[in-house]
C-alpha cells in the first residue's frame, strides 16, 4: 500500500476537525464572557446576521479575521471574531479588556454605520 493512499483521508478529516474545533472554543467563550448558551441555532443567527449585514461591522483584524457587534433579540450586544473563509464564529470577545478598558471605541463602531 503506497503512501499517498492513506494521507487523503487525513486530509479530509482535519478541515471538519478545524471548524469542530472553532465552534466549541466559540461556545465555551460565549458560556464564560456572556453566560450564554451557543446553541446551533443561535450560532447561525449570528452568522446569518453578519452574512446580510445586520450586524456592525467594526473592522478587519486580518484577510480572513473580522470583528462585528451582533444583536440579537433578548440577547446582549456580543462582539464576535468570524472567519470569512470557514464561514464560521472563531470566538466571542468582552467588550472591555481586564483594565476595563473598551477593547473597541465607540467611535470606531459609529465611523462604520
Known amino acids: 500500500m503506497s503512501y499517498y493512499s492513506i494521507i487523503p483521508s487525513r486530509r479530509?478529516?482535519?478541515?471538519n476537525w478545524k471548524k469542530r474545533y472553532e465552534i466549541d472554543h466559540?461556545?465555551?467563550?460565549?458560556?464564560?464572557?456572556?453566560?450564554?448558551q451557543?446553541?446551533?441555532e443561535l450560532r447561525s443567527q449570528i452568522i446569518d446576521a453578519i452574512k446580510r449585514k445586520e450586524a456592525i461591522f467594526i473592522r478587519n483584524e486580518s484577510l480572513r479575521r473580522?470583528?462585528?457587534k451582533v444583536q440579537i433579540s433578548g440577547r446582549p450586544e456580543m462582539i464576535i471574531v468570524y472567519d470569512k473563509k470557514r464561514k464560521e464564529i472563531l470566538t466571542v470577545l468582552h467588550d472591555t479588556d481586564k483594565k476595563g478598558?473598551?477593547?473597541?471605541?465607540?467611535n470606531e463602531i459609529e465611523q462604520k454605520t
Open 26 to 36: 466559540s461556545r465555551e467563550r460565549a458560556l464564560e464572557r456572556y453566560n450564554i
Open 101 to 106: 478598558e473598551a477593547k473597541v471605541s465607540e
Open 38 to 40: 451557543l446553541t446551533n
Open 12 to 15: 479530509k478529516g482535519r478541515k
Open 66 to 68: 473580522s470583528l462585528w
